[in-house]
């Protein structure tokens, strides 16, 4: 039985960020106290930039680095050397400024042409990492996801191939859109996690988050909408922006 959605509005992005940094060293807190590792998979995108540069100031000493453990949700076909990659935006905005171990961090190994062996190699550094029992997925601590303007997060796009899959942990989607393949993990490891957080800011998507939150439409046209996970906790950081599309009990 999924644990109830919680929406939390905040003011500004700036507020959206602050509620979310104490919400991710909560978690992390909690984590290590329990389980002696903190598992993370980091969203990309331009939101999450300012939430890691808050957390790389105001955690960098409070947090037990040794004892994280950073992934990514998904990431472009692309180099890490590349702007558009997500692993290159994290690098610069906290895993540069934390004392967090080399070894902690699992990189989508994207800079491999074959997109399907990139996903397929990362799949395995899961599947060693948190060793599922047959038939399991991985249960991350915490992934953090953002959402498009067209609703769709990770890299899970309206009507594309990964939507449908439920045994892989990662897949190569392609995404006609785009005219590329995106590596991302797969709705059953995003809704097998202890706890979700969307961050999604601006009145860019008000509408779509209307959809998501309020409307009728299927999952396949907002993929956002399908992510709930089965035993975990699913919260949605939302800036006032954001949010003016909602109804007033949303
Ligand atoms: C990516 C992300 C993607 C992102 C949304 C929102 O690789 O781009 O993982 O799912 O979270 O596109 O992006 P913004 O935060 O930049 O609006």
Known sequence: MSAPVEIRRLSTPQDLFQAAA???????TDAVGQRGRFTIALSGGSTPRNLFTLIAANASTSLSWPHVFFFWGDERHVPPTDAESNYRMAEETILSKVPVPPANIFRIPAENPDAPAAAQSY?????KFFAPAQGEFPRFDLILLGMGPDGHTASLFPETEALHEQSRLVVANWVEKLHTYRITLTLPVLNAARRVAFLVSGSDKAAVLHEVLEGKAPGEQYPSK???PSEGKLIWFIDRGAA???????
Do not use: G
Request: aromatic letters at 0%; charged letters at 25%.
């Open 22 to 28: 104490e919400e991710l060293i909560r978690a992390a």
């Open 123 to 127: 799949e395995q550094t899961l599947r």
């Open 226 to 228: 399908l992510v709930r």
């Open 244 to 250: 003016s599309q909602l109804s007033a009990s949303a």
